[in-house]
């Protein structure tokens, strides 16, 4: 086992050592928030034809060599083509063809003239413009072309993602899509003094559990499916490692929070040991937070949170998410890594990286009064975590920090 490592580190392990869940098929029109575990390849070219991007005329461009609003030059229009039209005709020199955004450019037309550089005339045009070839001329598969990888495996099938399927002609029932599994995650929080919300009054000593709720509503954000949320245990090694041993039939992932300091009653360093679950980390270098352990369970990943609910937010969102990224096989679920300039002075010395709860906006770190790692509230509202690297001296106003963003 490792420890006292650093962030880096912690999520190198976490990515050594998972592998993504299983992968089967879903029907296209399902697939919705899945993960592809296979590239798809564009069947077809679109757009399939010649497309014009805007409302005007096609012709020859070498038919505009010269013109101007002061030297028009004079094309025949021979048809009209909407959105929907077809024509089989060639066109030909000094002609020109009527087109609407959305129409096949007709063959023998290199370039489209927006409308309000002619005349408008529906027999004559006059041109006021000299064009290029292929001037506004979206050729056939400039979106993608036939045998294009089209999606990535590792693809998150979001609403653009569908709709690129969709207008490859992929977006129906008999399609089968390949997929991953959707990853099921058990949350276990122990804790002898937690009670659930329903307990009341409140029994002296004793705190209602949030982090169970932050933890599962934030799995759902990021589509895992949660099958075993237990709220509360106590603090003997038994009860959760019967909790464990149960959650892990049904999970491909298990996140504790508690007991893992070092404390008397930091009970999961007994319970790991009861269960031989392999551990491989403990002990990260970061605040809050930094008892966080990582461990094997059964090939399962088995990640063990500080109890303190900002602690257990924070760390969720930089180890949890790598290892859901690596579990999913998709790369995207991983935080988004920046940087920002403080909009305050940073006070708060330390010998390790600490992680504060910020507002990002415009370059700009904002961070709420309150940020200790037993707090909560003050997170509600911020969108990322700012990383204030060890520091002995304040670190200034406009200081650069790297930015987590959630
Ligand atoms: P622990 O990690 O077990 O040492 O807990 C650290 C602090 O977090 C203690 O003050 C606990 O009461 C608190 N805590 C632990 N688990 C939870 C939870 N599920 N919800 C809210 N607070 C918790
Ligand atoms: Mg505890």
Redesign the pocket.
Known sequence: METGISVERAIELIEQNVRPVEAGHIRATRAQGRILSEDICAPMDQPPWPRSPLDGYAFRAADSTGASKETPVALRVVETLYAGSWTERTVQPGEAVRLMTGAPIPAGCDCVIRQEETDGGEETVQIYQALQPYDNYCAAGCDFHRGDLLLPAGTRLTGNALGVLASAGLYREEIMLPVYHKVRCAVI???D??VPNDTRPLPPGK??????A?LASRLSELGVELTTLL??FS?SADAPADAIYEAAENADVIIT?????V?A??ILHETLPLLFADRIFWKVKLKPGS?VMFSLYRERPLLS?????F??SATFELFARPLLAKLFGCADLKPIVTEGALAEDFTKKGCSSRFVRAVFRDGVVTAPQGHS??Q?ASAVGTNCLAEIPPISEPLEKDSRVKVWLL
């Not at 949170?305 to 609910?309: A, H, I, R």
């Open positions: 929080c122990t804790g003094e937690l705190i209602y559990s949030s982090n169970a932050v709220p509360m603090d929070t508690g007991g893992v300091s404390g009653k930091d008892p949170l500080s109890g303190n609910p602690a257990a790692s037993g909560l």
